[in-house]
């Protein structure tokens, strides 16, 4: 039976990139009936420095992202990593199993430890064994993702893999990655070659969770376009990535395809089709914000839902991590 384990780090506030490729589709899963644990793995997080209050209140917000969004904690489990010490654990077996060359071709670790890789922090190296830890602990078939964790997902199968063939057994299920729909890579909207990121110093080029109506507004009116109406195919977007990406974002939040947002607006030119995006934006994103706002006021609340779910991460997690010392050898007298 499917079993989906997906995760975001609260590193940041949400992006629109991190609603529509993640937590809208983590919604959709939850409602076709399948399994679902979500996580805030605060302990990536911290593969970059986050301090302590900062990381707090993200984790708190991602929560509330989670639920405003439509994740129901009591279908879904959802929790935050560090409280289920079966991600740590797996992560320790996962450096011993992984090698360094495979952590050295990530491409995030190479963006993000840049040229000073002498000063990253050695977690940020290990990071996708820690991921593969994450969904591993489950035994998790399938895990929805953007695009940006394909690599990282790739990396998940080829520990899996190795595990069971180091060990002569066939324990951990090689993971279906899942990046589907219209926006599995949402553009900055003010570089259509760089992807919308909560680390972008730039503020223009997101749309953050905790955005108001007139700022979403602004955003869009001002996101970088080119000259030309919309086309007529999407053959006519090849080679505007800034177009592109706002037909995807539009195709995204209205549940359509980018092809029949075409045809819908074929001709338009932006000053028509921004405002149009902008409403669209703003009816979407709007009642989330307003309920993330809700919820925020009472932390408390939101911590126990954290830690009912943390509880029942661990029951799925605790025997799969005692079979694997055994597997391991591992001697286990108490
Ligand atoms: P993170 O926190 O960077 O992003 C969370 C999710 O949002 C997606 N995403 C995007 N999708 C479309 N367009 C964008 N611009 C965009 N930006 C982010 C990401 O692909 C991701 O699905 N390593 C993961 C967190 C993680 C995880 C896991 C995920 C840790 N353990 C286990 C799955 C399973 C990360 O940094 O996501």
Redesign the pocket.
Known sequence: TPRI?????P?GGL?L??Y????KRFVEKQDEGIETIY?L?DM?AITVWQSPADLRRQTREGAAAFIAAGIDPKRSILFNQSQVSAHAELGWIFNCVARMGWMGRMT?WKDKAGKNSENASLGLFA?PA??AA??LAYKATH???????KQ??ELTRDIAAKFNNDYGVNFFPITEPVIEGA?????SLRDGSK????SDPSDQSRINLTDDADAIAAKIRKAKTDPEPLPDTLDGLKDRPEARNLVNIYAALAGLTPAAVVAEHAGAQFGTFKPRLAELAVSVLSPITTEMNRLMADPAEIDRILGEGSARAEAIARPILDEVYDIVGMVRSR
């Open positions: 384990f997906s995760g975001i780090q590193s992006t990139g991190n529509l490729g993640a937590l996580c793995v990536h995030q990071y820690l991921m994450d969904i895990v929805p993702v953007g695009e940006d964790q990282h997902l926006a599995t890579r949402v553009m992807k919308m990121s909560k």
